[in-house]
């Protein structure tokens, strides 16, 4: 008896050794899955996107009032974005330096104004890749728990940035 196989025949055979593959791989993952203790979790707070979003548009609100075109970022704790709003006629250097703010007062839990003064005793602050120590950087916290950093670029100063930071912290608080 001679078989042919059809494109489709083979596509089908694929396909039901492809799903039982990952039931079996699914069964698998499973059991591990279940043989982990509550107690390995770890849970932590992070800002939420809407809460990002109020931050950032507060915060280039205020630069704006002040007629300064600003960058925002809004890290999560590990630094990583929830965040990015770039004004109009701001610089492609702002997001960078929002970005490396936001996680700078995120990884150190303080503002990037009080790093920069302490890198004047303690140097090796200004070598901690993908952090900036210029002010206008701010922790976002809940009480004593750390939630997210944000970091605001694009002023003539520092000081301005962090002003704009600020509103941006008042507008959730």
């Not at 750390?146 to 704009?164: H, K, T, Y």
Request: proline content about 3%.
């Amino acid at each position: 008896m001679k078989r042919t196989l059809t494109v489709a025949g083979v596509v089908a055979v694929v396909a039901a050794v492809s799903v039982t593959a990952f039931a079996v791989q699914a069964s698998s993952a499973s059991s591990k899955q279940r043989a982990v203790a509550a107690s390995a979790v770890v849970h932590r707070d992070v800002i939420s996107l809407s809460a990002a979003q109020k931050l950032a548009s507060a915060a280039q609100a205020e630069c704006a009032k002040r007629g300064i075109a600003v960058s925002v970022a809004v890290v999560d704790t590990d630094g990583v974005d929830i965040l990015l709003q770039r004004a109009d006629g701001t610089t492609g250097a702002t997001v960078a330096v929002a970005r490396g703010k936001a996680r700078a007062a995120a990884g150190f839990q303080s503002p990037t104004a009080a790093l920069n003064e302490a890198a004047k005793t303690t140097p090796g602050l200004i070598s901690v890749p993908d952090f900036v120590i210029l002010p206008g950087g701010e922790p976002i916290m809940v009480g004593k728990t750390l939630i997210g950093g944000v970091g605001v670029s694009g002023a003539p100063s520092g000081d301005i940035d962090d002003a704009c930071a600020q509103a941006g912290l008042a507008a959730i608080a």
